[in-house]
């Protein structure tokens, strides 16, 4: 998977969370995983974290990731630790140019940095740099029908992912999805790292506007997130 890749896609950072739900806001970090791979998709660095979120999992959220209360208790680091450490890697790839790559970063990013100032640590001052595998399938197989969930994606660039819903396997995955777009739209992304930046931007906000008026014109009055790849407070 070397032939005709951007220098970007030479080596990069995974990054994925399962958690006790959907708000960005409001919910709490269960596991996360932090990987580098390079282009043959081997990972050369990984970090693995069970976190005891200090509220109650819900069982449909454990049901999907299979973290339940007791394990968490059990097994699962102190939040404002393991945040800490987690925020700091990220920094630190940031610091070194690294790019991280997670599908649908909007979310997990977002809820990375709430959890945060939840507990009182800085986000990174250096900018991350961000791949985000949904946005660009999105945008370059904009017409293609079915869902776009990890699951489906991997299955349609045939990437092997035996254990959804876990984070390392979820982050892995995502990163050979990423590298597995490169080499297919390699024309549309063969561009520097800070001109991805502002095309996975324009791309996300294309997609939420659209996706948004479809909805109104179904009669469901929905309002689509345009930000990307961090939620802004309200």
Known sequence: ????????????????TETTGTNVFADRIVTASI??????????????WIINPGVPIPPAASAVHKITDEI????????????AVIVAKLGELASRGIPVCAF???FDLSLLREEAARHGIAWPTSELLVLDP?????????????????G????????SLDNAHTAGDDAIAAGAVLLRLVAKFYDQLNVDIFELQRLQ?????????NFEEWLNRQGKNEVINKDWPLRQRS
């Open 1 to 16: 998977m070397t032939e005709k890749l951007p220098g970007w896609a030479q080596q990069f950072a995974v990054f994925d």
């Open 35 to 48: 990987a580098v791979i390079n282009s043959h998709e081997q990972v050369t660095e990984r970090s693995d």
């Open 72 to 83: 968490a208790q059990r097994d699962g680091a102190d939040p404002a630790q393991a945040v």
């Open 104 to 106: 649908n970063a909007t």
């Open 134 to 150: 949904l946005v660009i399938d999105r945008a370059q197989d904009r017409f293609r029908k079915g869902k776009r969930t990890l």
């Open 152 to 159: 489906m994606l991997a299955s349609h660039y045939g990437v």
């Open 201 to 209: 931007k324009q791309w996300h906000t294309s997609w939420a506007t």
